[in-house]
C-alpha cells in the first residue's frame, strides 16, 4: 500500500488523485495528514480562466522531487460540473506526468481510467468534431498514446460501418441471457459462475423461473411494438446445460419473443470446450445461431492447468473442428494476454495455433486482477509479466491481427488490467458481433433475464441508463425472480411512458 500525502487541492479531489495514482502503485491511500506517507504531493490549482495547476512529487525517504504542470482552457462563464470535470483533468493531468517521470512507467491511455474509450469518440463525433479534431483532444488533454487513438478511430469508424444506424438503435432493444453455469470456476473469474455438478434440482428450478421471464418479456416486446435486434446468450456458459434443456429454452424463446427468428444476431457462448458435443452443436445449428464462442485462453497446458479450466488444449481443437465439421460458421475465440508464467514467447505461439485455425473472431483479452477472483485472493502464487511486456503482447496482437485481415471492432477496458492496457475484438470484416457493440457502446437497452443478468434501460432519445441487475446466485434467482420481473417491467413502463404491467 502507498502512502500518498496529499496538500494544497481540494479533498474532493481525492478520488481522482487515487485513481491516477493507482496507475502506478498496486493499492493506494490517498490523504493530507500521513507522518509516514512514502510520497508527498503539493498542488497548486488556480481556478481561472484557464485553469492553471502545478504539482510537485517528493519523496522523503530518496531526497528527491519532480515537478509537473498543467494548463487548461476554460469557455468564458463555464461553471458547474462541467467547469469541475475541467479542473479535475487538469489536476489529473499535472500528477500524470510527474509520476511517469518518477516511476519511469508510461500510461497508454493517458488520464482516461473508463471502460469506455471509444464512447468517448463517439460522443465528440456527435458534437459536430472531425476525427483529427478529436484525435487532437485525444492527445493533447488525455495523453493518450497515438496507437491507442489510431485504434479507437479505426473501431468507430467500423463500428459505424457495420451498424449505420448504430446513434438511432435506441427505438429497438436487445436481450441478454443469463445463464449461471460452468463445469468448473477459473482462477480468474467474477462473472455469475457456478460449478453445475452435483445441482441438477437447482439447475431445473432455475430454468423454470428463467422461462417465466421470458414469457413475461415477451408479452412486454408485444405490447409495445418493440423490435429485438440482438440475443445474446451469456453467463457462466449457456452450453453447461443439456441439450434438451437448451431446446425448450430456445422453444420458449420463439414462441414468447416476437420476431426472435428474425433478429440481426443469435449468440450463444461455448466458451469451455468441455461443455460441447455433437447434440449441441447440432441443436445449435438448427437453432441457426449465428455465432458461438469456444475460448482457448491459451494453448498452454500449464497454464491451463494454473487457472482452473479444466479442459485440455486437444479438447479445445478436437470442439472447434467438430464445430467447423457441423458447420456453424462464425466462431469466436478468446486469448488472454499475461496469464501466469506467459510472456511474449508463448503469445506468440498462441497466436500461430489460431494461425492454423482462423476463427472468424477473435477476442484478445489483457489479464486483469478482479476483485473477489480466486487469482486476486491468491495473487503472490501467480507470476504474471512486468507492463513493458504486457505492452509488447498487446502490440503483437494488433499487428497480427492486422496481418491475418481481421479488424478490430469493440474495445473495453478494465480496473487492475495488466500494464493498463485493453481488451480488443478482432474479426474479419462482416462478422463483427453486433451485440459486443451495443453493450460496449451504451446505444439501446439491453433487457437481462436469468442470473446475473443486468438491465440496462435507456429510455429512447435521452442517453440516460438505469441499471436493473437481476440476482447473481441461482437460488437468490429461484427465491426472488417473480419480484424482479415485476420490478423491472414496472420500470421499462416507466422509461417508455407506457400503461402498467402490474399484474405480471
Ligand atoms: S468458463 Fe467463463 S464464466 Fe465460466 S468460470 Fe471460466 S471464465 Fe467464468
Not at 445449428?285 to 494453448?299: A, L
Not at 437481476?470 to 420500470?491: C, F, G, M, V
Request: with cysteine; net charge negative; glycine share 8%.
Amino acid at each position: 500500500m502507498k502512502q500518498l500525502r496529499v496538500t494544497g487541492v481540494d479533498p474532493s479531489f481525492y478520488r481522482d488523485i487515487e485513481l491516477i495514482a493507482s496507475l502506478f502503485f498496486s493499492k493506494v491511500n490517498v490523504s493530507e495528514n500521513q507522518e509516514t506517507a512514502d510520497l508527498w504531493l503539493h498542488f497548486s490549482v488556480e481556478e481561472g480562466h484557464p485553469i492553471r495547476v502545478s504539482v510537485t512529487l517528493s519523496d522523503p525517504g530518496r531526497d528527491q522531487a519532480w515537478h509537473g504542470s498543467h494548463v487548461r482552457e476554460a469557455e468564458a462563464g463555464e461553471t458547474g460540473k462541467a467547469y469541475r470535470k475541467r479542473v479535475k483533468q487538469a489536476i489529473s493531468h499535472a500528477l500524470l506526468q510527474v509520476l511517469e517521470e518518477a516511476t519511469g512507467i508510461r500510461q497508454p491511455w493517458g488520464i482516461l481510467t473508463g471502460v469506455r474509450p471509444t464512447k468517448l469518440l463517439h460522443m465528440m463525433l456527435q458534437k459536430g468534431y472531425t476525427m483529427d479534431e478529436a484525435a487532437a483532444i485525444l492527445r493533447k488533454d488525455y495523453l493518450l498514446e497515438p496507437e491507442k487513438i489510431a485504434i479507437l478511430q479505426e473501431i468507430v469508424h467500423r463500428q459505424t460501418t457495420v451498424l449505420p444506424d448504430l446513434y438511432e438503435l435506441d427505438r429497438e432493444v436487445s436481450l441478454y441471457v443469463g445463464i449461471p453455469f460452468c463445469p468448473t470456476k477459473c482462477a480468474y473469474c467474477t462473472f455469475p459462475a457456478y460449478a453445475i455438478q452435483g445441482r441438477n434440482g437447482s439447475v431445473e428450478e432455475f430454468l423454470s423461473g428463467l422461462h417465466e421471464e421470458v414469457e413475461a418479456v415477451g408479452d412486454w416486446l408485444k405490447r409495445n411494438q418493440l423490435p429485438v435486434t440482438t440475443i445474446y446468450f451469456g453467463g457462466g456458459t449457456p452450453t453447461s446445460i443439456t441439450a434438451n434443456q437448451m431446446d425448450e429454452l430456445f422453444r420458449k424463446m420463439k414462441a414468447s419473443i416476437p420476431g426472435f427468428e428474425e433478429v440481426r444476431e443469435l449468440t450463444v457462448e461455448a466458451g469451455r470446450p468441455d461443455t460441447l458435443n455433437e447434440e449441441k452443436l447440432d441443436l445449435l445449428k438448427r437453432w441457426k445461431v449465428d455465432r458461438i464462442s469456444i475460448n482457448p485462453q491459451s494453448f498452454e497446458e500449464n497454464t491451463l492447468k494454473l487457472i482452473g479450466r479444466h479442459h485440455t488444449v486437444k479438447e479445445t481443437l478436437e470442439k472447434y473442428q467438430l464445430a467447423r465439421e457441423m458447420g456453424l460458421h462464425n466462431i469466436n475465440m478468446d486469448l488472454i494476454i499475461g496469464l501466469p508464467g506467459e510472456g511474449v514467447e508463448e503469445f506468440r505461439q498462441n497466436l500461430a495455433v489460431m494461425q492454423e485455425l482462423r476463427p472468424e473472431s477473435l477476442t484478445v483479452h489483457t489479464l486483469s486482477f478482479k476483485r473477489g477472483s480466486i487469482m486476486t485472493r491468491n495473487k503472490e502464487k501467480y507470476k504474471v509479466a512486468e507492463w513493458r511486456e504486457v505492452a509488447e503482447m498487446v502490440r503483437l496482437a494488433r499487428e497480427w491481427t492486422r496481418e491475418q485481415g481481421y479488424v478490430p471492432y469493440y474495445l473495453y477496458r478494465q480496473k487492475n488490467i495488466l500494464g493498463n492496457q485493453e481488451n480488443v475484438g478482432y474479426a474479419f470484416p462482416g462478422e463483427e458481433s453486433l451485440y459486443n457493440i451495443i453493450i460496449m457502446e451504451e446505444r439501446q437497452t439491453i433487457i437481462g433475464l436469468g442470473c446475473g443478468a443486468v438491465s440496462k434501460i435507456i429510455p429512447p432519445g435521452t442517453g440516460k441508463i438505469q441499471r436493473w441487475p437481476n440476482p447473481k446466485e441461482p437460488q437468490a434467482y429461484i427465491d426472488t425472480y417473480l419480484r424482479h420481473i415485476h420490478e423491472k417491467l414496472a420500470a421499462l413502463d416507466e422509461a417508455y411512458g407506457v400503461g402498467t404491467s402490474a399484474g405480471v
